[in-house]
Nanobody, 126 residues
Framework: QVQLVESGGGLMQAGDSLRLSCAASGITFSSYVMGWFRQAPGKEREFVATISWSGGRTYYADSVKGRFTISRDNARKTMYLQMNSLKPEDTAVYYC???????????????????WGQGTQVTVSS
């Protein structure tokens, strides 16, 4: 049974830093492309960042580029999202997602991912 479990969310102030984690089980983690998405109240889910199976390639949404860093530890079967210089517009439920590697280094569409976590809330106040 595949499980993705996010953790690390919380209530933050603008300008703070926060690190999210996504722990995977039930998959050969190193064979999966991973991604972070978020959904704010009343808005559609949006892509945040993605990382290749090896961790060697990453891609970010323009809205987080330069502030967020995605990484992974294949030995620990865990992916991370380091979020710096948080803004109120970063407030959302953050989801991690996994997709078996099939040729592309990363994927930015939610429909490309097969497995999802339950989400972790990040709230940033001004």
């Amino acid at each position: 049974q595949v499980q993705l479990v996010e953790s690390g969310g919380g209530l933050m102030q603008a300008g703070d830093s926060l690190r999210l984690s996504c722990a995977a089980s039930g998959i050969t983690f190193s064979s999966y492309v991973m991604g972070w998405f978020r959904q704010a109240p009343g808005k559609e889910r949006e892509f945040v960042a993605t990382i290749s199976w090896s961790g060697g390639r990453t891609y970010y949404a323009d809205s987080v580029k330069g502030r967020f860093t995605i990484s992974r530890d294949n030995a620990r079967k865990t992916m991370y999202l380091q979020m710096n210089s948080l803004k109120p517009e970063d407030t959302a439920v953050y989801y991690c997602a996994a997709r078996y590697y099939s040729g592309s280094s990363y994927y930015t569409r939610g429909d490309d991912y097969a497995y999802w976590g339950q989400g972790t809330q990040v709230t940033v106040s001004s």
